[in-house]
């Protein structure tokens, strides 16, 4: 029997992820930026109406992680939290103005980034590409759900 390697098809998501973090990179230097740019955009938009629990369902992202993202940006001196006066329990995220000024710079890169990603690309394709992957998601939810309980080899 020959024996024949697979390559998992998060190897090369996670190859296309590193070359569009390492250009996205490149595009924000100046900004003094890090990271966590997508959510840094989201936390500016929403400004003061979002709260880290409703910034983790729209990631599908970790509370846990979500905490460690927003201590990072505020370490940046791009965004805050304040508690909430309607539910003192939860914190909104606010973005300072150093945040609002690269906001608009930001979303630019996106753009860009994407539109260069997608070059020579038909429409239709990054709509199929699109809903693939959105399938793929769904199906390694249902597939993780049915794994069955087995011990070490």
Known sequence: MEIQLIEPISRKLNRLGRDYLAALHKHMEHLEIKNYYYPLTLICYYDGQLTQK?????????????????????????????????????????????????????????????????????????????????KMKDNLVGFAASAPVTKTI
């Open 54 to 134: 409703a910034l983790s369902e729209k990631l599908d992202t970790d509370k846990s992680i979500i905490v460690k993202i927003i201590d990072a940006l505020a370490g940046e001196g791009l965004v805050y939290r304040q508690i909430n006066p309607d539910d003192r329990r939860q914190h909104l995220l606010g973005a300072t103005e150093k945040a609002k000024k690269a906001f608009p710079h930001i979303l630019k890169v996106f753009k860009h980034m994407n539109s260069s990603a997608s070059k020579n690309i038909p429409a239709d394709d990054m709509e199929v590409f699109e809903r693939v992957l959105l």
